[in-house]
């Protein structure tokens, strides 16, 4: 009974891995859009969950607290620019495959682990291999943003508007060099570490329009070719 069950197991994932690319290509994003709004919901949970309340009821105990809350406002930060651009770059995704489901999984992994690195550097006092292991989340999450956006243009039609948008991707390639840039300086001062993390959310709290923009441009287009049609 045991072998049979495995017998089939493994001839339905041997015929699933001979499916051709395309059949993969009617999956639906909504599932994957709801998971991963569900999963960065619950990391802010977990981070101000962690936040303790001040050891004395005067501004000397306020102001022992505030690195530790300034931490937690970083990292909430970069947790609401994540949910931010995941959003759009899924909105303009008109179709996903199995990669894009394991590559999304990856940025997941990754952006789970910054309540740990937040509380760790926090509870540190910005000690050097905390405030390193912080920056390192902050690279790795930003590579995997980036393996997720190739791994969605990989599966769009061609001349897709989604390509057109996103283009080189400078801004996140500049971001990738300021965290590896961050992560030796914790070794000569923790603060200036801190500062390049905070100067690359400034650089994505600045809207990023390249999306947005072209899908208005795309509805224009559509909108004033039908006109003839109407008239």
Known sequence: ????????????????????????RNMTKSRLEAFSDGVIAILITIMV??????????????????????????????????????????????????TVLWANLHLLFWLSLIPFSTRWMGESGLAPLPTAAYGGVLLLSGVAYTILVRCILACQPPNSLLASAIGSDRKGLISLVLYAAAIPLTLV????????????????????RRIERRLGEAAASQASAAQPNES
Do not use: C, K
């Open 1 to 24: 009974m045991l072998a049979a069950t495995s017998r089939d197991f493994n001839t339905l994932l041997r015929a699933t891995l001979r499916l051709p690319f395309s059949a993969h």
């Open 49 to 98: 969950l962690e936040l303790h309340t001040p050891p004395s009821a005067d501004l000397s105990g306020l102001l022992e607290v505030l690195p530790t809350v300034g931490l937690y406002a970083l990292s909430f930060v970069y947790l609401g620019i994540y949910w931010n651009n995941h959003h759009h770059l899924l909105h303009a995704t008109s179709q996903i495959n199995g």
């Open 189 to 208: 001062n923790a603060w200036l570490a801190v500062a390049l993390y905070a100067l690359v959310a400034l650089i994505w709290l600045v809207p990023d």
